[in-house]
């Protein structure tokens, strides 16, 4: 499952073995009005037809593979890039929870990305909005609200031990400090799964694999 209003995409370098896995690439759906993380969780779900699967997830479509793993039996769920509660939230998330500006994002600006990228921020930035642009594949507004509250409101509170979390040790988006029990990827930043896809080719199948007969 990519990240939030990302394509599956984002999964083109990463090659598990063919002779061992089946890969199954998932995409959003638009919400339903007033739709629960939960209920769309059991949407999700019933997308998935093989049993016990393993679930990967990146970012918030890491929380989301958590979800479904509460649904459905799951021979594991690995998330990268993401948190497994929301007490591995930063403290921003949390002040933009309590105060609720997370409500008041330019939202609008992520679906208006190329007009973006037509000006000059810096390199690190266009090099961003670049990515932005190839995999954002959600324009819908009300996606990204529903999305962005999803992850502010996730209910989460104790971490599920038997979740293998693979995290980047420069995310800026959910900084490792305030991770736990994870595996590190030096140098990995949120968007590792584009960036350090050598480093998952090489240990993804390891850890997928690990303790499974």
Known sequence: MPGLAASPTI??????????FETVLLEWMLP??????????ARMAKKIAHENPVLVGVSFGGILVQEIAKIIP????IIISSAKCNTEYPRKFKIAKTTGAYKWL?????LK???LAKYSFGAKINQRLKLYE?????????YLEWAIAQVMLWDRCEPDDSVIHIHGDADEVFPAKYIKGYI????????M???RYRWLNENLPKIILDGIK
């Open 11 to 20: 999964f083109e370098r990463i090659k598990l073995p063919e002779d061992t």
């Open 184 to 191: 590190p990827v030096k140098g990995g930043t949120h968007i």
């Open 74 to 77: 799951v021979r594991k769920t």
């Open 193 to 195: 799964i584009v960036n």
């Open 106 to 110: 330019p939202l609008k600006l992520l």
């Open 32 to 41: 339903e009005e007033n739709e629960s993380l939960k209920h769309y969780a």
């Open 113 to 115: 990305v190329e007009d």
């Open 134 to 142: 190839k995999y954002l594949s959600v324009r819908d507004l009300k």
